[in-house]
């Protein structure tokens, strides 16, 4: 497995770093922390030279603060990947310090690196961050093609056990979080409350093209949202036979608001959703639905990314 662990050395990066103990993942694994200094560092060569003298004058002082800021953020990199490394002995941990885009910079690298997981902090301290509750991992949530963790610390430290929250629509993406839950390595008690979400705004006739959703619609047409039902059922007992402990609640109406509500009441460690629903502006716009999750959640959010 390989993980990219984003961080800018604020407190919010340091708690997504400190929840990945929590997060299911094997005992070995590749990891690489990066830290990105959104800067733009001026290109050296022959060229430099041709500027007029006031101009050239002006570049190198912007390329030497440049530089330093890159340099600063590899000593973020390094420092946190050590963190990393005591905390998780058995991992191949490597730092990593770039000049670009803090967001568009995370997800390039995670794409070109092929990382299974994108690990980001709620709030950071780069550009908007200090204004806006996480512009970069919202930034990072959306266009990722992978599966990104957005870590919080746990609303119920003291608690051994851990509590897992996964939303399901019927949708691929939220039959990938599923499989994402059940492919990970939980300690003994783990406890998952599957949550199947009717959108009472959509019909059956929005279904997916998935075959077996679409044979359950058409052989139920009075049971609106009973094939949902009937694939939450199933799912649970998948988990259930990989030794986890596993309840599941049907609720109707706005899954933003549900899956929320539950996480705060139960004190979940952790929510999983699907990147796209089958909601009508999930269609259009990535993720309405795990965006809103991810930014507005008191716990850590996965979203995942199904790969085409």
């Not at 530089?67 to 002995?89: M, S, T, Y």
Request: net charge negative; aromatic share 6%; charged share 25%.
């Amino acid at each position: 497995m390989r993980i990219l662990i984003a961080t800018d050395g604020s407190k919010g990066a340091r708690l997504a770093q400190l929840d990945l103990s929590r997060a299911g993942l094997p005992d070995r694994l590749d990891a690489t922390v990066l830290s990105v200094a959104d800067v733009w560092l001026p290109p050296s060569g022959p060229n430099e030279t041709k500027l007029p003298e006031e101009w050239t004058v002006a570049v190198s002082s912007a390329k030497a603060q440049a530089e330093e800021a890159l340099e600063q953020a590899r000593k973020i990199a390094v420092a946190d990947a050590e963190n990393l490394k005591q905390l998780h002995p058995n991992w191949n941990v490597k730092a990593e310090g770039v000049a670009d885009s803090p967001g568009w910079a995370i997800i390039t690298n995670a794409e070109q690196w092929h990382a299974d997981l994108v690990v980001v902090g709620s709030q950071g301290t780069w550009g908007l961050g200090k204004l806006f509750l996480g512009s970069v991992s919202q930034k990072v949530v959306t266009h990722s093609h992978g599966t990104v963790r957005v870590g919080r610390s746990s609303l119920d430290p003291d608690r051994k056990e851990l509590r897992l929250i996964v939303g399901i629509d019927g949708s691929k993406g939220s039959i990938a979080a599923l499989d994402t839950v059940k492919s990970r390595n939980w300690p003994e008690r783990t406890e998952v409350h599957v949550i199947a979400v009717i959108d009472t705004r959509i019909a059956t006739a929005a279904i997916s093209d998935m075959p077996d959703i679409g044979y359950w619609a058409q052989t139920n047409p009075d049971k609106e949202g009973a094939w949902v039902q009937e694939i939450a059922k199933t799912q649970c007992e998948k988990l259930r036979n990989v030794g986890l402990k596993t309840s599941m609640t049907i609720e109707e109406g706005d899954a933003k608001q549900i899956l929320l509500q539950y996480a705060d009441q139960w004190k979940a460690d952790c929510i999983f959703v699907g990147a796209r629903g089958l909601t009508a502006i999930d269609r259009f716009f990535l993720g309405s639905v795990s965006t809103a999750v991810s930014a507005r959640a008191h716990c850590s959010v996965e979203v995942i990314h199904r790969h085409p």
